[in-house]
Nanobody, 127 residues
C-alpha cells in the first residue's frame, strides 16, 4: 500500500516562507501523478500544485509565482513544495496525494484523480 507522509508545516508571518515535503513508500507505478492540495476550514479541498512522473509540473493560478513544486524521482527524493511570500489566505491543512495514470494521460488538480493521501500538515500564516 502506498504511504505518504507530509512534513514541514508551521506558523509564519505574512511574507514568510515554508517548505513542505512528502515522503512516499511503495509508490511503484510506472506512470503516476503527485500533487499538493489544501483545505481551509469550511472550504473545499483545492489543488495547489502537481508533479507528473515524467517531470512535468503545474501550479494553480492562486499560487503561481509564489509556490514551486519539485521532485527528483531518479534519486528518490520527496515531493517538495516551496512556498514563498505566504499570505493569510494560504492558511490551510496541506495534503500530499498520489495517483496512478495511464500513458499519455494528463495529471489534473482534481481530487478524483488521486487515490492515495497523506495525513496532512498545517500551515498558518498570520498578518
Amino acid at each position: 500500500q502506498v504511504l505518504l507522509q507530509e512534513s514541514g508545516g508551521g506558523s509564519v508571518q505574512s511574507g514568510g516562507s515554508l517548505r513542505l515535503s512528502c515522503a512516499d513508500s511503495y509508490l511503484t507505478y510506472s506512470y503516476y501523478c503527485m500533487a499538493w492540495f489544501r483545505q481551509a476550514p469550511g472550504k473545499e479541498r483545492e489543488g495547489v500544485a502537481l508533479w507528473r512522473s515524467d517531470g512535468g509540473t503545474r501550479v494553480a493560478d492562486s499560487v503561481k509565482g509564489r509556490f514551486i513544486i519539485s521532485r527528483n524521482s531518479n534519486l528518490g527524493t520527496p515531493l517538495d513544495l516551496e512556498m514563498n511570500n505566504l499570505q493569510p489566505e494560504d492558511t490551510a491543512m496541506y495534503y500530499c496525494a498520489a495517483g496512478r495514470r495511464s500513458v499519455g494521460q494528463e495529471c489534473l488538480l482534481s481530487t478524483g484523480q488521486y487515490t492515495h493521501w497523506g495525513q496532512g500538515t498545517q500551515v498558518t500564516v498570520s498578518s
